[in-house]
């Protein structure tokens, strides 16, 4: 029997609804930002909710946008492609993913704290990738980075790419005792958002592919299942 893999390409998740799209929050227990405070992180512009020109906008965006694919679409069920617009499933939490968007909730000292910055895209260079692991030999969780030679932008991948030589290190890892839990978010393209809680109860907000997001809620779900109490 084949063995699911325990590795998947991950990163901070981001906005969807129109007021928050592309973008994320870092926020202690009362809800304060706490990027400043988080030591050795480059530098963002502070996160804001959109208002409402700025929503306006994003829904003119996606209409649009919509429209131009529309031919495209029609096309590839005509031909029988497995292409198809992304869906969003249903609004589960409206304080952290429409009024804000936090995908780092925690107090001061805890762990989801020390999760690395380049697990931000906006952050990290665009050739970084980051890919989350479950190891079972040690029973740890680790955070890894390399430099993907296939990326051509931000943006255009030229497939096929490799990791660059000597590129590959281990940014962060936690025993996986330490992980009580992990769930599918539900409002989140494709259901590829997942949210990774801490015994010490914060958690995280992270996304990967709708295959790699449910690996590893399967993955980390049976770690905090199965520890002690």
Known sequence: ???????????????????VEKRRSFRDLERNDIERDLPGWP????????GFLGRLGRYTLTVVTRL??????????????????????????????VDDFPVMW?????????LPWQLDPSRRSWRTMTEIEVAEPDGLVRIWSYEDTARGSRHLSWG?????PSSEAILW?????????A?????????????????????VRLTSSPHGARGMVALLGRAGRSRPG
Do not use: C, Q
Not at 106 to 112: I, K, L, N, Y
Not at 160 to 164: F, N, Q, Y
């Open 68 to 97: 131009l694919l529309l031919p495209l679409y029609i096309l590839a069920d005509a031909l029988g492609s497995p292409v198809s617009p992304e869906k969003r499933g249903k609004l589960e939490d409206r304080a952290n993913e």
């Open 1 to 19: 029997m084949i063995e699911e893999p325990r590795r998947h390409r991950v990163e901070f998740a981001s906005g969807t609804a129109a007021s």
């Open 173 to 181: 890892s936690v025993p996986r005792s330490e992980i009580t839990g």
């Open 160 to 164: 096929g790419g490799e990791k660059a």
């Open 43 to 50: 530098a963002r512009p502070p996160f804001k909710v959109r």
């Open 183 to 203: 769930e599918i978010k539900r409002f989140s393209m494709d259901e590829s958002d997942f949210k990774v809680s801490f015994r010490d109860g914060s958690w």
């Open 106 to 114: 925690a107090g001061e000292g805890e762990t989801a704290r020390t």
